[in-house]
Nanobody, 119 residues
Framework: QVQVTESGGGLVQAGGSLRLSCAAS????????MGWYRQAPGKLRELVAR???????RYEGSAKGRFTISRANAKNTVYLQMNSLKAEDTATYYC?????????????WGQGTQVTVSS
């Protein structure tokens, strides 16, 4: 059984920083891309950042220049460093990992971690 678990969310003032972590566990042969999505109330889930197994990164929208995605392959973990946070960053943040486990390469989602930015 493969699991993906986020941590690090919380309440922060505008202009502050948070670091999210996401660890994959279970029977894992290989992890391809990992990434972060977010979903604010009443809005669609959107891509924030993505990183390949080779370290190539991609950022969307307002994450560019403020957020940094990184990963520790030996720990099956991906991070999202969020700086200069704004009220509009308030959302539930979800981790996704493309994992080759016992059932082939499948996208696994975490349960989400809440980030609230007060203005």
């Amino acid at each position: 059984q493969v699991q993906v678990t986020e941590s690090g969310g919380g309440l922060v003032q505008a202009g502050g920083s948070l670091r999210l972590s996401c660890a994959a566990s279970g029977r894992i042969e290989f992890i391809d891309a990992m990434g972060w999505y977010r979903q604010a109330p009443g809005k669609l889930r959107e891509l924030v950042a993505r990183i390949t197994s080779g370290g190539t990164t991609r950022y969307e929208g307002s994450a560019k220049g403020r957020f940094t995605i990184s990963r520790a392959n030996a720990k099956n973990t991906v991070y999202l460093q969020m700086n200069s946070l704004k009220a509009e960053d308030t959302a539930t943040y979800y981790c996704i990992a493309d994992i080759d486990g016992t059932r082939g390469l499948i996208d696994y989602w975490g349960q989400g971690t809440q980030v609230t930015v007060s203005s």
